[in-house]
């Protein structure tokens, strides 16, 4: 995918998100309860820390072609690393040194 249509792509998912407000949770009291928005939706945006908002995702159809993904993990008030999903990443998982 070009960098345009990259752009193009993400401006879409910023008009999606801005629609559904609700997708954006500024925390979970369980780890439960934010696996369960993950796995609802399909994609949920989650706030991860002041000001910060990352883009989880339940499975590679939910990230733009060509991208991979890579297990999640979120602080909730019950768990310090809970399991939520996948983030997309760009480009090839051997450059990680995985």
């Given amino acids: ?3 345009f249509l990259r752009l193009a792509a993400l401006a879409g998912l910023a008009g999606t ?3 559904t407000p609700a997708l954006a949770q500024r925390s979970y009291p369980t780890c439960a309860q934010a ?3 993950v796995q609802r939706a399909g994609a949920a945006v989650i706030h991860t820390a002041p000001g910060v908002y990352d883009r989880y995702v339940a499975h590679p159809g939910f990230c733009p072609q ?3 993904l890579r297990r999640a993990y979120v602080a909730t008030r019950d768990a310090p690393a809970c399991f939520v999903g996948y983030t997309c990443v760009t480009g090839s998982p051997w450059e ?3």
């Fill in 1 to 3: 995918m070009t960098p």
């Fill in 17 to 19: 998100f801005a629609a």
């Fill in 35 to 37: 696996q369960a928005s």
């Fill in 66 to 68: 060509g991208d991979y």
């Fill in 96 to 98: 990680d040194g995985f």
